[in-house]
């Protein structure tokens, strides 16, 4: 049943990907249990790194007031959300039972929603032809700088039942196109609520993280699904997850549920390696092959961020060297600071335990040398099929359809795999967890990255409701030169040893400043330059691919919990 609903999955997965933000509400079915689910998800296959445009070019001012007008996108986006949150609980009002006037209100109140949801679509649509629309107003470099930082950022307040309260991502493109994608997805079922985040770093090419950003959080969800309905005491049928108003929730045991997150990503990574060389090896077409095996021969890392509302518990379930770290305001001697929680080890040459796994499984074997894994940067991957597939596999697709050469280190194949490592931690208010691929923490370490969104929330003032900005950097303080700007020993956090790259590469000094209102936005614009804007323009605007050199792709998603 998975393998063929994996496949649908699949047929959609191979098409063109957009850049435009794809909001999706979909019933996810499972044995006993349904889900209602909200996914906003932004995929970034096809994201090009920023041009500096023409000097002559006219175009909108860039900036973004909190509360958006009736015409900005966000607004309306917000009314849309609004909008499917009355029809999902108005579809939950339904009936056990046909016919009756209460099903006949109920299905009143769904077709007003529908209604109300279509004009909400077509105002989305309207907000976003004017916003692409060109103004008088000629770009100083300061907005181009901005442009280029913003044109993948996106920040979403869901619902309160989620437990969080604001959801801030950018995607800031090296790579062309660029090999990382993230996506996210809010859950809400009968008593609680999921998030679930991903960040996936590809490389060789960005086929493999497109297909997990297509795929990877559908599939988690519906195993989780799957096994929350077998532990919930079932009343009738097809119930949300089982579950009626008052019988309680489902509790599978712990380690159940790492194990399914577990089984989800090698069931994934299967399909991307096996199901793909089996389907090609029953073709007659080169090119039909070449296809099939597009996703197998490029490589990706995941990162997914697992939260249930109701017991605070959040899962970091990571496969490769992309980084989750968590936040959490103290108050020391009457001074506020940032403790820094790292919630994953990457896996990477420099990590002894991985060291210590392959050399067991590949004796005699030199698999880890120069701070390299065979050759590549982390220890474990999705895809990557010539670290996978056995020799004689690989020989019969190099002879009969296009396929690469046996690498001379590839002796004992597999040696990569895709199977996650999964910390849990409980979340208190006020907590905040950042992921993100290796691109920004190559830029900054652990304790900069938290103190700077230490900064950031200092410098604002967020709803207590719903996250929303009531405040946040004056007009004043975004211009040129009049920004504050913080040094490295300035930040909320008790540091450690810097041992990042770039900055040295780039002979620059870590100086931070504080000016953007999404505060992924923040940790990448500080992650390429700071307080140093012409650093920033030049590590910006330099062409890929010698792009590539001086940064990697950077994507960033921060979650801040109620």
């Keep these: 049943m998975f393998r063929h609903s994996f496949k649908f999955a699949r047929s959609l997965a191979l098409g063109k990907p957009s850049s435009k933000p794809d909001l999706r509400w979909f019933i996810i079915g499972a044995s006993g249990g349904v889900i209602l689910a909200s996914s906003l998800r932004t995929i970034h296959g096809d994201t090009q790194p920023p041009n500096r445009p023409p000097k002559d070019l006219h175009i909108s001012k860039d900036s973004k007031p909190q509360r958006p007008s009736k015409n900005d996108p966000s607004a309306v986006f917000d009314g849309i959300r609004k909008n499917l949150d009355k029809l999902g609980n108005d579809i939950s009002d339904l009936p056990d039972t046909y016919g009756g006037d209460n099903e006949l209100a109920t299905l009143e109140k769904i077709s007003k929603d529908l209604e109300l949801l279509g004009k909400g679509l077509k105002e989305f649509q309207k907000s976003i032809e004017a916003l692409g629309k060109v103004s008088d107003a000629p770009q100083t470099d300061e907005q181009v700088v901005q442009q280029a930082l913003t044109t993948h950022a996106a920040s979403f307040i869901p619902d309160t039942q989620s437990g969080v309260a604001r959801f801030d991502s950018v995607v800031v493109p090296s790579n062309s196109p660029s090999e990382d994608h993230i996506a996210s997805t809010f859950c809400h079922l009968a008593t609680h609520s999921w998030s679930i985040f991903g960040v996936f770093d590809g490389h060789n090419g960005p086929a ?25 005491p079932v009343t009738r049928e097809h119930t949300e ?18 194990q399914t997150i577990k089984e ?18 029953e073709q007659t077409s080169k090119e039909a092959a070449v296809n099939l095996l597009a996703t197998a021969h490029a490589g990706s890392c995941a990162l997914v961020g697992f939260y249930e509302s109701d017991t605070r518990l959040l899962r970091v379930a990571l496969t490769g060297d992309s980084r989750a770290v968590l936040g959490r305001k103290v108050v020391r001697k009457g001074k506020e600071t940032y403790e820094v929680h790292v919630l994953s080890q990457d896996q990477n040459a420099h990590n002894p335990a991985e060291d210590a796994r392959m050399s067991a499984l590949h004796s005699g074997e030199k698999i880890m040398d120069n701070g390299r894994v065979l050759g590549w940067g982390m220890s474990r991957a999705f895809g990557d099929a010539a670290y996978k597939w056995s020799r004689e596999l690989q020989e019969r697709l190099h002879e009969e359809f296009l396929g690469d050469r046996v690498r001379e280190n590839v002796k004992t194949p597999p040696y990569f795999t895709a199977e996650p490592e999964i910390t849990t931690t409980e979340v208190q208010p006020g907590d905040f967890v950042v992921l993100a691929t290796d691109g920004l923490w190559d830029c900054l370490t652990n304790e900069e990255v938290v103190g700077l969104v230490g900064i950031w929330l200092g410098g604002r003032k967020l709803s207590s409701g719903d996250g929303s900005l009531v405040s946040g950097a004056s007009s004043a303080e975004k211009k040129t030169g009049n920004e504050k700007v913080w040094e490295r020993e300035e930040l909320p956090v008790k540091l450690e040893e810097d041992k990042t790259v770039m900055y040295r590469w780039w002979r620059a000094k870590k100086r931070f400043i504080d000016v953007d ?8 614009r500080n992650a390429l330059g700071g307080a140093d804007r012409d650093l920033t323009s030049a590590l910006l605007f330099m062409d890929p691919p010698r792009s590539r050199r001086y940064r990697d792709d950077i994507s960033v998603q921060v979650v801040l919990f109620q």
């Design 517 to 524: 209102n999404n505060v992924a936005v923040h940790l990448a």
């Design 208 to 232: 493999t993280s497109s297909f997990l950003n297509s795929n990877l959080l559908n599939a988690i969800i519906g195993a989780l699904a799957d096994l929350f309905s077998k532990h919930a």
């Design 241 to 258: 997850l089982a579950i009626e108003p008052g019988s309680g929730r489902p509790e599978p045991p712990p380690e159940e549920i790492d």
């Design 264 to 281: 989800a990503f090698l069931r994934v990574d299967d399909e991307i390696v096996n199901w793909a060389a089996e389907r090609a090896l």
